[in-house]
């Protein structure tokens, strides 16, 4: 079954702090991962995608077979990076499946 | 650009009431999607459109949901007579679409449901 697990439901840390955004998934074959951010009173949008392979925001993400997992990081956490973050991923037919959403609150 | 429109953006009623929520999606994109969140979860698809074709509505609860596309444009979801579990925040996102490629999906603002 395809499952994309966010073991981390809220993570604080203080400005200038590294942060990583944890993410696991379930998948058979070869999935296609994406980070989904929502900041406060905004709607869903797209963060990055692993075939980019960009850093958006100075937020990057490796997407790791062996571990099944799609980590988001960021070296120098800021405090507008506060927001829920979703990991999703999709198997290639347009259909995204989220996991349940980390928010990230950087403190002052 | 206006992005993905939907209203209302929120919406309280009676259990066994009916409700309707509309989606403009992008102009141009035409797929289109319904999410529904609830509290404390990620989106989960309840159907995909592309164009006016229904492609996807594995998820979609047949017995009192429905939606349509007329025209392959604007999308209204329906529910019909709404439970108490039906509280959530429907979502709905747009993209383009060609075989084989896999566009960003934009998404709406969302309309929160509660149902008393």
């Known amino acids: 079954a395809q499952r994309v697990t966010q073991p981390e439901k809220l993570l604080s840390v203080f400005k200038g702090a590294p942060v990583e955004l944890k993410c696991n998934y379930s998948y058979s074959g070869s999935p296609e991962l994406f980070w989904y951010v929502q900041y406060s009173r905004q709607r869903l949008q797209l963060l990055l995608r692993?075939?980019s392979r960009e850093s958006i925001k100075g937020f990057t993400a490796d997407l790791n077979k062996g571990e099944t997992s799609f980590h988001l990081k960021k070296p120098f956490a800021q405090e507008e990076d506060s927001a829920m973050y979703y990991c999703?991923?999709?198997?290639?037919?347009?259909?995204?499946?989220f996991g349940t959403g980390t928010r990230l609150q950087v403190f002052p | 650009e206006a992005g993905v429109v939907q209203s209302p953006r929120y919406k309280i009623i009676e259990k066994k009431q009916p409700v309707a929520f509309w989606c403009n999606p992008i102009?141009?994109?035409?797929?289109l999607y319904w999410y529904r969140q609830n509290l404390g979860q990620g989106p989960e698809l309840l159907i995909r459109y592309e164009n006016e074709e229904a492609v996807d509505d594995s998820q979609l609860p047949k017995d009192r949901f429905s939606a349509e596309r007329l025209k392959g444009v604007d999308s209204t979801l329906k529910i019909q007579p709404a439970e108490l579990g039906d509280s959530a925040v429907y979502l709905c996102?747009?993209?383009?679409?060609?075989?084989?490629?896999?566009?960003?999906?934009?998404f709406g603002p969302g309309t929160r449901l509660t149902v008393t």
């Open positions: 999703a991923l999709s198997s290639h037919t347009d259909k995204l499946i």
């Open positions: 996102a747009s993209s383009p679409w060609l075989a084989g490629v896999l566009y960003e999906q934009y």
């Open positions: 102009s141009g994109h035409n797929t």
């Open positions: 692993h075939i």
